[in-house]
Structure formats: structure tokens, C-alpha cells
């Protein structure tokens, strides 16, 4: 069973909110995953990290969205202004090393509605 | 870009009964992208079920198996004989290099139900 923590399991905001959701990876995994998982099952990638590095994110989340995993603290995903379409389940997981071969290790997710 | 196909939403069969989910894939880069199951039980994460990373290769797991065809763009899971135990969505996945970095492509998922 994976050992990735996400916290909290459920988030309510109101349109405008800021919302954050943090994720311990699982020990010893230096690249952290975050995903968005809409209504309809569609998985969306917002950022990676390797240790505290960014190395890919997509462009929605250099403007609403930011993240960070600093040394020695939970990584964190943060929406500064939440619209209803940020209405979600997001998925943290963590990987051994950053090669495309690698399991993806899942957290339980945190839920989040924007009403 | 890259995607995964599930052409089947849900699928219900019955208890002991054989099972298949479809999955095809569209990989834009020269070499073959790696192919995952993951499986998500009621009240549980996201979990991997079984995967291959080359192909022609077949990945087995708690009774289900799965062939890497890379002629056909498919990663079907397959199961002889399944139980109420295994009702849960299951989800095909591709993952390759894309500008030097690389992300896990999903599709949108089979819930499985199994009657008993």
C-alpha cells in the first residue's frame, strides 16, 4: 500500500478562496507528481518536482496555481483564487527517480469543491 | 499528443466469470512508451496494478495480465475468472520522455462491477 499522505481529504472554498492541500511523498521518493482529476475520470498533470526543483508544469498553473516541496516539509499545492472549474479530486504521488519506467506511487487524494 | 483510450465506461460481468478492458494508446515519440494498469479500490488510492516496458512483453498481477502489442497500439486487461473483490475502476496508462521530462498520460477509466 502506498504511503503517500495527502491532506486534507476533503476542501470546501468559495469562489475567490485560496485553497492548499499539502502531500508527504512516500520516504525516499525525490519526485513529486501533482494531478487533477476532473468529474469525468480525466487525469490532467499540473507540476513535478525532483527534490525541491520544479521540472515540468503545465501553463495553468503558472498563473492561478503554485507549488513547492521544500527540504525537510510537505510539498503543497495551492490555488491563490479558486473558480468553480478548480472543483477536483488532487492526486499527489511520489516516484523513486524520474525515469518514465517508474511506479507512480498514489496519496488518497485531496477532494476539493469551489461553490 | 500523446493518449489512452478505454472505449468502455463500465463493464459488469458476473462472479467467475472471464473478463477483457480494452485499452489503445497514441505515442508520438520514436521509441515505445511504457505501459501501466493502475487500479482504484472503493475508499482507497490510486494503486499500481501491473506494468510493461517492453514490448511485446506480457505483466501479470492477482490473476489479471496484460500484453505490451505494439502492432496494434493495445494493452488489454484480460482475466480468466474474476471476483466480487476486483470491482474497482481501472485505469490504462502510457509514460514516455516528452522535452526532457516525462508524465504519466491516463485514460479515463473502466468501473468494473462483479455480480455475485
Known amino acids: 500500500n502506498s504511503k503517500v499522505i495527502q491532506t486534507p481529504r476533503y476542501l470546501v472554498k468559495g469562489q475567490g478562496q485560496k485553497a492548499k492541500m499539502r502531500c508527504i511523498p512516500e520516504k525516499g521518493h525525490p519526485v513529486v507528481f501533482w494531478y487533477q482529476q476532473n468529474k469525468n475520470n480525466e487525469f490532467k498533470f499540473l507540476i513535478n518536482f525532483q527534490n525541491q526543483e520544479v521540472l515540468q508544469q503545465i501553463d495553468m498553473t503558472e498563473k492561478r496555481f503554485s507549488a513547492e516541496c521544500p527540504s525537510n516539509s510537505p510539498c503543497s499545492l495551492e490555488i491563490q483564487s479558486s473558480e468553480a472549474g478548480d472543483s477536483a479530486l488532487y492526486l499527489c504521488?511520489?516516484?523513486?527517480?524520474?525515469?518514465?519506467?517508474?511506479?507512480?506511487?498514489f496519496g488518497a487524494g485531496t477532494r476539493l469543491s469551489v461553490l | 499528443g500523446d493518449s489512452v483510450t478505454q472505449t468502455e465506461g463500465q463493464v459488469t460481468v458476473s462472479e467467475s466469470k472471464s473478463l477483457i478492458i480494452n485499452c489503445t494508446y497514441s505515442?508520438?515519440?520514436?521509441?515505445?512508451?511504457?505501459l501501466f494498469w493502475y487500479v482504484r479500490y472503493p475508499g482507497e488510492g490510486l494503486q499500481l496494478l501491473l506494468k510493461?516496458?517492453?514490448?511485446?512483453q506480457k505483466g501479470s498481477s492477482r490473476g489479471f495480465e496484460a500484453t505490451y502489442n505494439k502492432e496494434a497500439t493495445s494493452f488489454h486487461l484480460q482475466k480468466a475468472s474474476v471476483q466480487e473483490s476486483d470491482s474497482a475502476v481501472y485505469y490504462c496508462?502510457?509514460?514516455?520522455?516528452?522535452?526532457?521530462?516525462?508524465?504519466?498520460?491516463f485514460g479515463s477509466g473502466t468501473q468494473l462491477t462483479v455480480m455475485p
Open positions: 510493461v516496458i517492453t514490448a511485446g
Open positions: 496508462a502510457l509514460s514516455e520522455i516528452s522535452s526532457g521530462s516525462w508524465q504519466l498520460i
Open positions: 504521488a511520489s516516484s523513486l527517480s524520474r525515469g518514465p519506467q517508474n511506479t507512480l506511487y
Open positions: 505515442a508520438t515519440s520514436i521509441g515505445y512508451p511504457n
